[in-house]
């Protein structure tokens, strides 16, 4: 069999056995020291009455390695986002895949070991000239890890499920009416006329201080809550169990010294350990740290003043982190703002008169059909012809509507005169059909897969997950 391997080794199909048995190992290697040899429960996911073990997430995460690019897995090894992306996914395909399994034994779905067999002989990795070779699926089957009767279950699994699910993804067909409905809507133009009405037109006299306060009162400056932290961090390289076990027992003893009453930076020096002490930050504002992750922030920012926090996993290493101050959060003093509300007041003021113009363009054209400094744009579409917040109303709006638009730097006083439908683009008729059929598709498989997730309640062991995925 070696010698095979060293003739074939330049064949995609070695390679890929090469690759996958090197992953294999990784994987039982790693699942041995997170959980012991498997002593005790190993279930990261209860999916309903059944479950998902970490040997079946290893699994299946190794399988999808295997297939991936060198730079690929150079990625998922080198960058924590990368390697969580691919841990959701393979998570979510597993969950997905035991719902599925659970609702085909509700419904009593079964698959025959003669359509197994019909499925295995079928592979092209098993065959040689065409043939089914005993040989080639021996030697797969050896050097990937399975048995024979777990990629029988793979197989089996993969059938359930595409007879569960089989029916909710086949294409859908999308009525003719629908379809011209939908573009009609979205390539009608309309003829609008508009005003617009400048807030900048309006000039308006600095504010008294009773206008200042009162505008104030109505509009206070917040500043947000600060925290300064500083943490200690015993770095490791945490997917290698000697490091990790190694990095482990140096943190123990440093949250013993802390607990001792050592201060964080003289306990970080006498276990050569890594000391930070962070400015003031806020949760919107905080500083360029990777340890500073979301979960990390959440986790600060719910301790209280003074307390250390518990030994945390990350991928650097261990950290313990301390609250050494928290600034809550308050409205700031109106005099250290008196001359940055200035401007805002004005501004304010500004909008006021421009309304109050608006109303009575508004007024006048409702009343006499008088529409002072109206501008007209026929066959306007839902994206050119006009400011995009006059569009938007106009097709939100039915036709012969007068209104007042409000935008960023103006109010609009606009009539929709009419509508005219488009003539039938036969590529964009067809386009808009395979979107929507698509869509529709999606739309039942949410739905379904809703159903699903109500049925089969999804549960997390968290004694199991929190050790495998800890960061």
């Known amino acids: 069999m070696l010698e095979y391997l060293r003739n074939a080794a330049e064949k995609p199909l070695a390679k890929f056995l090469i690759t996958l048995l090197a992953f294999s190992f990784v994987g039982w290697g790693v699942a041995e020291w997170i959980f012991g040899n498997f002593a005790g429960d190993n279930t990261l996911i209860h999916v309903g009455n059944g479950e998902i073990t970490y040997q079946q997430f290893s699994m299946e995460?190794?399988?999808?390695?295997?297939?991936?690019?060198?730079?690929?897995?150079?990625?998922?090894?080198?960058?924590?986002i990368v390697a969580d992306q691919l841990a959701a996914r393979v998570l979510s395909n597993l969950t997905t895949q035991r719902m599925a399994e659970n609702r085909a034994d509700d419904l009593g779905f079964a698959v025959s070991d003669a359509r197994i067999a019909r499925e295995i002989r079928s592979f092209p990795e098993f065959q040689e000239n065409g043939q089914f070779s005993t040989y080639l699926f021996d030697y797969v089957l050896n050097n990937s890890g399975y048995t024979e009767a777990q990629f029988a279950a793979i197989l089996r699994s993969q059938v359930l499920r595409s007879m569960v699910l089989g029916a909710v993804s086949a294409p859908m067909d999308v009525p003719a009416f629908a379809v011209r409905a939908a573009y009609n809507a979205r390539y009608a133009t309309r003829d609008i006329?508009?005003?617009?009405?400048?807030?900048?037109?309006?000039?308006?006299?600095?504010?008294?201080?009773?206008?200042?306060?009162?505008?104030?009162?109505?509009?206070?400056?917040?500043?947000?809550?600060?925290?300064?932290?500083?943490?200690?961090?015993?770095?490791?390289?945490?997917s290698k169990p000697d490091e990790y076990d190694a990095a482990y027992e140096t943190a123990i003893k440093v949250e013993d010294d802390i607990i001792a009453g050592e201060t964080f930076e003289s306990t970080a020096k006498k276990h050569n350990a890594k000391y930070v002490a962070l400015k003031p930050f806020s949760v919107d504002k905080r500083?360029?740290?990777?340890i500073l992750t979301d979960k990390m922030i959440a986790t600060l920012f719910d301790m209280d003043a003074g307390l250390e926090s518990e030994m945390i996993e990350t991928p650097r290493g261990?950290?313990?982190?301390?609250?050494?101050?928290?600034?809550?959060?308050?409205?700031?003093e109106f005099e250290s703002v008196k001359k940055d509300l200035v401007a805002d007041w004005k501004r304010a003021e500004q909008k006021k008169?421009?309304?109050?113009?608006?109303?009575e363009i508004l007024v006048d054209l409702n009343k006499d059909g008088k529409f002072v400094g109206k501008k007209s744009a026929a066959n306007v579409s839902r994206a050119s012809g006009a400011p995009v917040a006059v569009l938007n109303a106009a097709f939100n709006n039915p036709v012969e509507t007068n209104t007042i638009v409000p935008g960023d730097k103006a109010f609009y006083v606009l009539r929709v005169n009419g509508e005219k439908m488009p003539s039938v683009d036969t590529k964009k008729m067809d386009a808009l059909t395979k979107e929507l059929k698509d869509?529709?598709?999606?739309?039942?498989?949410?739905?379904?897969?809703?159903?699903?997730?109500?049925?089969?309640?999804?549960?997390?062991?968290?004694?199991?997950?929190k050790r495998v995925f800890a960061k």
């Open 353 to 359: 008169q421009a309304y109050v113009r608006a109303n």
């Open 193 to 238: 006329e508009y005003a617009t009405i400048e807030y900048d037109d309006f000039k308006v006299a600095n504010p008294s201080d009773e206008q200042l306060r009162s505008f104030y009162a109505q509009n206070p400056r917040i500043v947000p809550e600060f925290r300064t932290i500083s943490y200690v961090l015993v770095p490791a390289d945490m």
């Open 439 to 465: 869509a529709s598709s999606r739309a039942l498989m949410d739905d379904y897969n809703s159903f699903l997730v109500r049925e089969y309640p999804v549960r997390i062991n968290e004694k199991v997950y």
């Open 61 to 80: 995460r190794n399988r999808e390695m295997a297939a991936m690019s060198r730079e690929e897995q150079r990625a998922v090894y080198t960058d924590p």
């Open 318 to 332: 261990f950290v313990i982190a301390r609250v050494d101050n928290i600034a809550p959060e308050h409205a700031q």
């Open 287 to 290: 500083p360029n740290d990777e």
